[in-house]
């Protein structure tokens, strides 16, 4: 049994230092272990929740259940591999840069702009993975299948996807790229129940990135391994 519990990263309290050094979320905490054990860093809960499951059901080959490929496959999972890291190198750190970029004078919205190509470079970049899985026969996870489940990549992208379509179309005024497949993609990952219900309302999302597009100073670990261009906690 699994329960969510919002925190807010921003305060850092007591609960979620315990279970994260530095703070971050997310994080996990392990109540079948006397006293509770923890674990931080959303690749290693993700590839621990897999693997959790495939031993907790036995599963020794691919189910409809599971983020990747079978283990049969090696080279698909490692595409699935290629697109999460995709995310994580690329997307994400464009995602803060545009969303971080100030312009002083309004007319001259050069950096900005710059941080727009950049987030939307990156999204073509994971677009060509997809596009790369389907080349070499994984239709399944590229991105026009209309599989009922996420992929570990899926998982990845959507949380920063849904920050476009609010975070950065609120302070930006960004709107995600056209594209028939890719526009399916997103509304087919945005409205799985299983992201649902890890999202929060957006006008919490709103908020709490207000500090990001004004670029405060000192308000978070990521803004500020941003501007000082290091790489991400
Ligand atoms: N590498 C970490 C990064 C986690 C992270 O940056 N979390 C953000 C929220 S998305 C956070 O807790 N920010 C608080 C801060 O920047 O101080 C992971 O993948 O889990």
């Known amino acids: 049994m699994m329960a969510i519990d919002e925190v807010d990263p921003y305060k850092k309290p007591a609960e979620l230092l315990e279970l994260?050094?530095?703070?971050?979320?997310?994080a996990l905490r392990l109540n079948n272990y006397d006293p509770p054990r923890a674990l931080n860093e959303s690749t290693v809960i993700?590839?621990?929740?897999e693997e959790l499951a495939t031993s907790n059901t036995k599963r020794t080959s691919h189910t409809t259940e599971?983020?990747?490929?079978?283990?049969?496959?090696?080279?698909a999972r490692a595409l699935i591999r290629l697109q999460a890291d995709n995310v994580n190198?690329?997307?994400v750190p464009a995602f803060y840069r545009y969303l971080q970029a100030q312009d002083e004078?309004?007319?001259d919205l050069?950096?900005?702009i710059e941080g727009a190509k950049g987030f939307v470079e990156a999204i073509e970049g994971l677009l060509t993975h997809f596009q790369r899985a389907e080349r070499e026969g994984y239709t399944q996870y590229g991105l026009w299948?209309?599989?009922?489940?996420l992929s570990y990549a899926d998982v990845m992208a959507?949380?920063?996807?849904?920050?476009?379509t609010n975070v950065l179309k609120h302070y930006r005024g960004f709107v995600l790229p056209e594209g028939e497949q890719f526009r399916a993609y997103v509304n087919r990952v945005l409205n799985h129940p299983a992201f649902k219900r890890t999202c929060s309302s957006e006008d919490l999302y709103i908020d709490s990135y207000e500090r990001y597009a004004y670029n405060r100073p000192n308000t978070s670990q990521v803004a500020n391994a941003i501007n000082a261009a290091t790489t991400l906690p």
Do not use: E, I, N, T
């Open 20 to 26: 994260s050094p530095k703070g971050l979320v997310p």
């Open 46 to 49: 993700m590839d621990f929740l």
């Open 66 to 75: 599971s983020l990747f490929p079978p283990s049969s496959d090696p080279y």
């Open 89 to 91: 190198r690329s997307l």
């Open 105 to 107: 004078v309004l007319p």
């Open 110 to 112: 050069a950096k900005q």
């Open 145 to 149: 299948h209309q599989r009922g489940l």
């Open 158 to 164: 959507a949380p920063w996807l849904f920050r476009a």
